[in-house]
């Protein structure tokens, strides 16, 4: 199968699972990555063109996290204005409960993110139908998205055309990680990361 001239790339972010990564990782407090510039770094060091990017978060109301949504919401207008695609979910708080150590029950409020890989795993196989890209490089580590890399391999053959999937992630010695199966995967290290940070700073200003 012939290896394309120039290799085509498009970014697929979970917004929130490589947040958490990043933090695991490096100890980041909130979203501070430039998406189109981290995708358009990991691109350049890959020999690929980076010709989309997309971001896919939920985002919770505003009456139930104000600092969240007015984060989100900010950020989001700004990846648009930059060219990015961005898909964005309510994000629905629950109760959940875990059993502790000592046997004793602790409840507390999580964000459930429902349909946001779902939704990146149909943009994966439409895009990769339409002849989009050539890799479809997904910053993420959701091992729910494994099956996608399957079905591309059937596209790839089906249409003898050169596909791959690749799982970007924030990797360190003390946080060592692995990437989506199936999949190639890129390591993203702290001198990367912390090179591709949005200068802007979209949470609430205080007031007094």
């Not at 000592?102 to 999580?110: I, T």
Request: charged share 30%; aromatic share 12%; net charge positive.
């Amino acid at each position: 199968m012939k290896l394309p001239d120039p290799i085509r790339a498009v970014a697929f972010f979970d917004g929130q699972n490589l947040f958490h990564c990043a933090k695991k990782a490096f100890g980041y407090k909130f979203p501070s990555y430039d998406p189109k510039l981290l995708a358009e770094t990991v691109c350049a060091a890959k020999g690929w063109v980076c010709s989309g990017v997309r971001f896919y978060t939920g985002v919770p109301d505003a009456g139930d996290n104000a600092f969240w949504n007015h984060f989100w919401v900010a950020k989001g207008a700004q990846m648009g204005r930059d060219g990015v695609h961005v898909y964005t979910r309510p994000l629905r708080y629950r109760n959940k409960t875990v059993k502790l150590p000592d046997g004793s029950d602790f409840s507390f409020l999580d964000g459930d993110e429902k349909g946001i890989d779902v939704r990146i795993a149909l943009d994966v196989i439409r895009l990769a139908h339409e002849d989009t890209y050539d890799v479809a490089l997904l910053f993420c580590r959701d091992q729910d998205l494994s099956e996608v890399a399957e079905e591309l391999r059937a596209i790839s053959k089906a249409t003898n055309r050169w596909i791959k999937m690749a799982s970007a992630y924030p990797y360190s010695p003390a946080h060592k990680v692995r990437g989506i199966d199936k999949t190639d995967w890129v390591q993203i290290d702290r001198a990367t990361y912390d090179s591709c940070q949005d200068a802007r700073d979209y949470r609430p200003k205080k007031t007094t």
